[in-house]
C-alpha cells in the first residue's frame, strides 16, 4: 500500500509518500519520496523555535512541500487521487501551532481524496525510523528482540525496551533538558548557530589537547551517569557551561581554543551519559538489539561510542542506527509508523483526528 505521510510538529514541514509492504515481522518500506522544507534559517536569530513563527511557515510551505513530494514520486493529481490507500499525520508531542497545521491540511486530504487516515505519534515516528533503514537498498540491519532503543532529540531523551515490535516499555527519561536540548543551550552559551547539535559536533571535531595550557584541567560533569535507574538530566550540565564561560571570561583566559575544548568535553559527557544508561538497559534486559533514534542520533562520536561499547560489553548483541536522512525530523519516519498502526487496525476517520499536543507514547 502507498501512505501518504505529513509532519509538522516543529520546524520541519515534510511530506512523505512510501510504498508500505509485509507484515510486523516482516516489513519492507520504499521511499518514493521525502521532502523536508526546513526552517532553521527563520528560527536561527531567536537562538530557537518560535511556535507562531513555525505555525506561519508550514502553513506557507504545505502545499509546495506536497507539489514537491508528488513530482518527487513520479506520481500525478490522478495517481495521488488513485493510488494513496492512507493518510498518516504527527498528531503529537509538538508545538500545538505547528501540529495544528499539518493535521488539518491531512484531514482536508482524507475528507476530499475520500483515504482513511492514521494518527501517528512522532515518537514512534523517530523509534521506527530503525525499521525504515533497515529497508533501504545497502543498509542491512536485522533487528532481533528483545530490543533496547534510545530516542534523543531536541525536545526528548528517552530509553525504550520492546519485547516486540508493538510491545514498547518507558524504561526511562529525562528529568528535565532533553539531550538535544543541552546542545541547543549550550550552543546559545557559547554564541554558536541553532541547531547546537551539529555545531558543536564541528567545533569538537576541531579541538586537539595540544591547543591547551596544560595547567588548565576542567571537567564537565556528567550528570547521573551513577544514579540506580535509567533516567537522565541535562540541565546541570549547561549551567556549569554557563558559569564556566562566565569565570573564563572575567579569568580572560576564554579564547576559540577553549570554546572548541568546551564542544569537545560537552559533547563526551552527554554521548558518556546516554551511551553508559542505554548499556546498562541493554545488560540488565539481555538486549539482542540495540538501536538509537532522533535527531541526536546522527552524532557520530554517539554512534562511535555506542557501537563500540556494545561490542566490549555486550557481544552477543548488535548495535544499528538509522540512516542520516531519517534522524532528524521527515515525513517518512511518520509513514513506516503510519504503516505499523494500520498493521494493528489502528485506522480512523478524518472527523476524529486531533492534535494532542503532550502525546506519550502509550496514550
Ligand atoms: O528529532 P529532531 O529533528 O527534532 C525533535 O523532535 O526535537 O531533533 C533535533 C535535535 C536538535 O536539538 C539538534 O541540535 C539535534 O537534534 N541534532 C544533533 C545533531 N543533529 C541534530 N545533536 C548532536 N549531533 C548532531 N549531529
Ligand atoms: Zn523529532
Redesign the pocket.
Known amino acids: 500500500m502507498k501512505i501518504l505521510a505529513i509532519e509538522t510538529?516543529?520546524d520541519?514541514t515534510s511530506i512523505a509518500i512510501v510504498d508500505c509492504q509485509g507484515d510486523l515481522n516482516n516489513l519492507q518500506f520504499t521511499v518514493l519520496s521525502n521532502v523536508i522544507s526546513s526552517q532553521i534559517k527563520i528560527h536561527q536569530k531567536f537562538g530557537g523555535v518560535v511556535p507562531n513563527l513555525a505555525s506561519r511557515e508550514h502553513a506557507k510551505n504545505i502545499l509546495p512541500v506536497l507539489e514537491s513530494a508528488r513530482r518527487q514520486a513520479k506520481m500525478s493529481y490522478q495517481q495521488i487521487a488513485r493510488e494513496i490507500d492512507l493518510i498518516a499525520v504527527t498528531i503529537g508531542p509538538?508545538l500545538i501551532p505547528s501540529l495544528l497545521i499539518g493535521v488539518n491540511f491531512a484531514r482536508s486530504l482524507s475528507y476530499f481524496l475520500n483515504k482513511p487516515m492514521v494518527e501517528v505519534n512522532?515518537l514512534a515516528g523517530?523509534l521506527y525510523s530503525c525499521w525504515l533503514s533497515a529497508s533501504q537498498k545497502n543498509y542491512h540491519f536485522k533487528v532481533e528482540f528483545p530490543l533496547v532503543t534510545l530516542l534523543?532529540?531536541?525536545?526528548?531523551t528517552q530509553l525504550y525496551y520492546l519485547k516486540n515490535i508493538t510491545d514498547i516499555q518507558l524504561m526511562g527519561e529525562t528529568r528535565d533538558d532533553?539531550?538535544?536540548?543541552c546542545?541547543?543551550k549550550i550552543?546559545k552559551i557559547l554564541n554558536l548557530g541553532?541547531?547546537?547539535?551539529?555545531e558543536?559536533?564541528k567545533q569538537a571535531s576541531q579541538f586537539k589537547s595540544s591547543m591547551l595550557n596544560s595547567k588548565f584541567q576542567v571537567r564537565l560533569p556528567r550528570p547521573m551517569i551513577n544514579s540506580n535507574d535509567y533516567d537522565f538530566s541535562f540541565a546541570g550540565l549547561k549551567t556549569a557551561v554557563l558559569y564556566l564561560v562566565e569565570k573564563l571570561k572575567k579569568q580572560k583566559l576564554y579564547n576559540a581554543s577553549i570554546k572548541k575544548y568546551i564542544c569537545f568535553d560537552a559533547?563526551e559527557a552527554v554521548c558518556e551519559v546516554l551511551t553508559y544508561k542505554t548499556i546498562k538497559l541493554a545488560k540488565d534486559v539481555k538486549a539482542k538489539t540495540i538501536l538509537i533514534s532522533?535527531?541526536?542520533s546522527?552524532?557520530?562520536r554517539?554512534r562511535q561510542m555506542l557501537k563500540e561499547k556494545t561490542e566490549q560489553k555486550l557481544p552477543q548483541a548488535a548495535f544499528y542506527a538509522p540512516e542520516m536522512n531519517f534522524?532528524?525530523?521527515n515525513a517518512a519516519m511518520i509513514a513506516s509508523a503510519g504503516y505499523i498502526n494500520f498493521l494493528e487496525g489502528k485506522t480512523t476517520n478524518w472527523k476524529k483526528v486531533d492534535a494532542k499536543p503532550n502525546l506519550r507514547i502509550h496514550d
Open positions: 510538529s516543529c520541519d509538538g512522532h523517530h534523543v532529540s531536541g525536545g526528548h532533553a539531550s538535544g536540548e546542545f541547543d550552543a541553532y541547531p547546537g547539535g551539529p558543536i559536533a559533547q532522533g535527531g541526536v546522527a552524532n557520530q554517539l534522524c532528524t525530523d
